[in-house]
């Protein structure tokens, strides 16, 4: 079982930042790609960006130039760095992790959601 728990989110006026972590836990052998995803009102749930193990980043074009991913790999820990943001990226978004986990000698794959957090921007 693999848990993934964000943080970060809250309320930011148009124009600032905001950064959200997501970190995973359990018996967890390699993470392949982690991501973020967003999801507001009525919408449904999109792409924000994905990092492989790797380093290599996409984003959606929405958020290039203003949102960076990154990761620590040994913390088993992504972040989205927000800046510049706008009032269209009020949304819940929601971490992603995929790769393999269980027990030794019996590793599977798993994907994985957070719970999602709030990001509200206000004009």
């Known amino acids: 079982q693999v848990q993934l728990v964000e943080?970060?989110?809250g309320s930011v006026q148009a124009g600032g930042?905001?950064?959200l972590?997501?970190?995973a836990s359990g018996s967890?052998?390699?993470i392949n790609v982690m991501g973020w995803y967003r999801q507001a009102p009525g919408k449904q749930r999109e792409l924000v960006a994905t990092?492989?193990?790797g380093g290599s980043t996409n984003y959606?074009?929405?958020?290039?130039?203003?949102?960076t991913i990154s990761r620590d790999n040994a913390k088993n820990t992504a972040y989205l760095q927000m800046n510049s943001v706008k009032p269209e990226d009020t949304s819940v978004y929601f971490c992603y992790a995929d790769g393999r986990?269980?027990?030794l000698a019996d590793y599977r794959t798993f994907e994985a959601w957070g719970q999602?957090?709030?990001v509200t921007v206000s004009s």
């Open 7 to 9: 943080s970060g989110g």
């Open 17 to 19: 930042s905001l950064r």
């Open 21 to 23: 972590s997501c970190a």
């Open 28 to 30: 967890i052998f390699r």
């Open 51 to 53: 990092i492989t193990s």
């Open 60 to 67: 959606a074009d929405s958020v290039k130039g203003r949102f």
């Open 101 to 103: 986990a269980g027990a």
């Open 116 to 118: 999602g957090t709030l």
